[in-house]
């Protein structure tokens, strides 16, 4: 990413001109370096087929408007429900579900609320658990705008505010992250604690870390969309087995997930937009670092992230926050990629139930 005095991932001429260079070795390079990586370009209909099967997660077309209507479904014998609410001139989806004080949970990129499948049954336990689809993302709109971190905030505090809550538990992982911090900072009074997950905040990467070639590759307007599009499956999975420590962690359901959402129309631009936002993003961080973060924040960074090689000495998350926050406690998660939730769900519920307040024993399967 940038450094402080470098506004984030600004692209210039020349940094354009890197980026194609950069999409040309990768498309032809990329396919021999993953191919283990890679999936058949006609998994992409059968994912479809598998999805319309799976009545929990992936609903007909009918009976998705049933379940945006707030059907109700079961994790791991906990109940949830899937919810619609308009907010910020948008219609965003959440799933709902436990009992208790409010933990918010904003998943990253390329995922969807099911990010957190794996920890929700048992936060809900003792929390009232919120997971949307950030802005144009899953199944909540898809506007053209409205993608840094000032504005995507205001959706989700829209949110809470509709659904009654005052003060909330707030955790977020990759672009949510931001998100979080965007709330957290605009909203300092009503996030009792903050919870954040392996991202490095534009325009506060610590000195030396450069952008990866995906970071330049999603910031080019509109040629990442045309050059994507019905190969989301190859595209997606290559990210999310690929900055995972242990990739059988991202299950095949939970690829077919992600690859379902982000091939509906719009939805991989939507999540290119997140990206082009990351200049405006770094002059908000700026502006809002200017008074530091008093709540407790848990930062939580990658140990090891193989497709940037391998050991991590100091995930960016934790010096980031460092920077923002006065009161930080940051850990390595052993053993665990970028994708902490699905690759080490059981560390993560014991880590935000300690953080929270409350213990939650049961088990991942």
């Not at 965003?92 to 099911?114: A, I, R, S």
Request: charged share 15%; aromatic share 10%.
């Amino acid at each position: 990413m940038v450094g402080k005095d470098k506004p984030a991932f600004h692209a210039s001429r020349h940094g354009t001109a890197i980026t194609f260079l950069l999409i040309g070795i990768i498309t032809t390079t990329s396919i021999l370096s993953v191919s283990t990586l890679i999936l058949n370009q006609d998994h992409t209909a059968r994912a479809q087929q598998q999805l319309q099967a799976n009545q929990t997660f992936s609903p007909s077309v009918e009976e998705q408007q049933q379940l945006l209507e707030g059907k109700s479904f079961q994790i791991d014998n906990m109940t949830f429900s899937h919810n619609t609410a308009s907010v910020n001139g948008i219609q965003m989806h959440y799933v709902m579900g436990g009992q208790g004080d409010p933990v918010v949970l904003l998943h990253g990129w390329p995922e969807t609320w099911y990010a957190w499948h794996k920890v929700m049954p048992a936060l809900a336990k003792n929390y009232t658990v919120i997971a949307p689809d950030l802005r144009g993302l899953g199944d909540s709109s898809k506007p053209t705008t409205g993608y840094d971190g000032k504005t995507v905030a205001e959706d989700i505090h829209q949110l809470v505010t509709q659904l009654g809550f005052n003060t909330i538990f707030l955790v977020g992982h990759d672009i949510g992250t931001q998100i979080a911090y965007s709330y957290a900072a605009a909203h300092p009074t009503e996030v009792e604690k903050l919870a954040v997950m392996d991202f490095t905040f534009p325009g506060f990467a610590p000195p030396g870390i450069t952008p990866r070639w995906w970071f330049l590759f999603h910031q080019t307007p509109d040629v990442p969309e045309a050059l994507v599009q019905g190969k989301e499956m190859e595209y997606l999975s290559w990210h999310l087995r690929g900055l995972a420590y242990n990739p059988a962690a991202i299950t095949q359901e939970a690829i077919n997930e992600y690859v379902s959402k982000y091939s509906a129309p719009g939805g991989m631009r939507a999540g290119f937009e997140y990206y082009r936002a990351f200049p405006e993003d770094a002059i908000q961080n700026e502006n809002y670092s200017k008074t530091n973060l008093t709540m407790p924040v848990l930062a939580l960074g990658a140990a090891f992230i193989p497709v940037l090689g391998g050991n991590i000495t100091m995930p960016t998350i934790i010096s980031g926050m460092q920077q923002l926050a006065e009161n930080v406690q940051g850990i390595k998660v052993p053993n665990s990629g970028h994708f902490i939730a699905e690759e080490q769900p059981q560390f993560v519920i014991n880590q935000l139930s300690d953080f929270f307040g409350r213990n939650a024993t049961n088990s991942i399967r």
